[in-house]
């Protein structure tokens, strides 16, 4: 039998290092390539540049075998490569909806020009449907003599803060191939998540290109469904909570991705279902997909609805109101700001005037890159010193373990807006505090009135906070 192939991972972003580390320390000899030095030299040393749970234990291991390096040198992976995985970022191009293919086309034609002897070329990367047979093409003609290039495409599922277990244990394999030789060559390249009976789909490149782009609209839509209901909870004082609940509990629909509250962000599903609709349109077949328009719309409102909420319960201006903001990454375990709802609204309150301290408890850094006018603070107290408004916007378990009586000295006033539905409720008003959450009904026990700032402008004024919600 053939000996197991030698693998490189091209692109060392979430995707590509977990990838690089997981096939590592699962006995394969790795090379990974990134074009940023810096990031390569810091994988080297056993540093992740990024914040991902149980994967810098992992990485010292796979490093200390000696079967995984990280390099700069194309040549170098050609080379060594018998299948090689290209994990680049598609993100999303200014100005328009589609994917930005750039990264993806550079590394297959990069990879292409190099290599003189047959090997596999997989794709990792959500792209267009229709992208690996253009690669497959363009890599053909560019090849040099004696080289023999398949293309492959097999999707990655995986979640960040979960990446390393989704990866070594995935739900599903899906190879997108042309040819027996292609399946061969994967199967032996992940031969020993096979060898656990994961399920697996061998199919052709398109099918295996577009179950990552219905698997995440899927998802989007799921959680949009909960939000749309959401909205509808708050025009007749109806419970999302115990409306999802209720839904989740019916085995055909299920609980997973039904947690209603300030919507979808990330590196992935806001930029794929874009994408996905953008392609679609291209395909002539737009009106298919249309819905997934609807499902970004019901997203992004999300995020005004919390602002106008929050501008709400502060008496309905922001100016000069100090707003704690409790978290910034897209979602919890995870330093990812990258098209972060939880940012995006602590931005809209700045905007509106509002004093906005932020704290994240790994994503302050990026976010600070992001967006450097708002104040970042050191620790959760911090935060909340002298806050009129303290907002859940990541739910961190942190945050939803953090005692409501002793967040209570912090803060000027005891006024939490939860848009995660994180929070336990009936601890938080035990504490004192007047709840605030998206598509649940404001039970404030008795009208109170509150003076909800003496700054600036707002000085002084005074607010009925048991309206309800218009
Ligand atoms: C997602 C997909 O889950 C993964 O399969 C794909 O490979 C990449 O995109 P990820 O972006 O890491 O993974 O995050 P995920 O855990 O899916 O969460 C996405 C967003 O949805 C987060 O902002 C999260 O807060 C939000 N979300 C999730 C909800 O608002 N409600 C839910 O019920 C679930």
């Known amino acids: 039998p053939e000996r197991a192939p030698r693998l490189t991972v091209i692109g060392t972003g979430y995707l590509g290092a977990t990838h690089a580390v997981a096939m590592a320390y699962l006995g394969f000899e790795v090379l990974g390539v990134d074009i940023d030095q810096r990031k390569v030299d810091l994988l080297n040393e056993g540093t992740v540049p990024f914040f991902e749970p149980g994967l810098p234990e992992k990485l010292d291991e796979a490093l200390a075998s000696g079967r995984l ?245 502060a008496g309905g201006d922001l100016m000069g109101v100090r707003v704690a903001a409790l978290g910034a990454a897209f979602k919890p375990d995870s330093d990812d700001v990258r098209d972060a709802p939880a940012l995006d609204v602590a931005r809209m309150l700045y905007l509106e005037g509002a004093i906005v301290s932020v704290y994240d408890p790994e994503a302050s850094v990026n976010a600070h890159r992001v967006y450097p006018d708002l104040e970042y603070a050191a620790s959760l107290d911090q935060a909340l010193v002298g806050a009129e408004v303290t907002v859940l916007l990541t ?18 006033t005891r006024t939490v807006v939860d848009t995660r539905n994180a929070l336990d409720a009936d601890r938080f008003r035990a504490a004192g505090w007047d709840y605030w959450a998206l598509g649940r009904p404001h039970t404030a026990p008795v009208p109170v009135q509150v003076v909800v700032s003496n700054r600036s402008q707002a000085a002084g004024r005074v607010v009925d906070k048991s309206a309800d919600l218009p």
């Open 69 to 313: 390096r990280f390099t700069t040198d194309l040549d170098q992976a050609a080379e060594f490569g018998d299948v090689h995985f290209v994990c680049v970022g598609t993100p999303q191009q200014m100005g328009s909806e589609a994917a930005d293919l750039r990264f993806v086309d550079s590394a297959f034609t990069e990879l292409a020009r190099r290599i003189t002897r047959k090997v596999l070329l997989v794709g990792k990367s959500t792209v267009p449907i229709g992208t690996a047979e253009r690669l497959t093409t363009l890599v053909q003609e560019i090849s040099p003599l004696g080289a023999e290039l398949e293309v492959a495409w097999n999707p990655e599922f995986l979640r960040e803060g979960f990446a390393v277990q989704d990866t070594l244990h995935p739900d599903r394999l899906v190879f997108g191939v042309t040819s027996p030789w292609a399946e061969d060559r994967l199967r032996a390249a992940f031969e020993p998540i096979l060898t656990e009976g994961t399920p697996l789909i061998v199919t052709d490149l398109a099918t295996a290109e577009l179950v990552k782009s219905a698997a995440n609209s899927f998802l989007a839509t799921k959680i949009s469904y909960i939000n749309a209901m959401s909205e509808v909870c708050e025009a007749t004082g109806a419970d999302v909570v115990q409306l999802a609940e209720a839904l989740g509990l019916d085995e055909r629909i299920g609980s997973k991705f039904l947690k209603p509250g300030l919507g979808f962000g990330g590196g992935c599903l806001p930029k794929d279902i874009r994408s996905f609709k953008h392609r679609a349109e291209e395909l002539g077949i737009g009106e298919a997909v249309a819905f997934l328009g609807e499902v970004d719309a019901i997203n992004v409102r999300r995020r005004l609805r919390t602002v106008a909420l929050i501008r709400q319960v």
């Open 395 to 412: 739910e961190w378990q942190e945050f939803r373990t953090a005692d409501p009586a002793q967040m209570g000295e912090q803060v000027r």
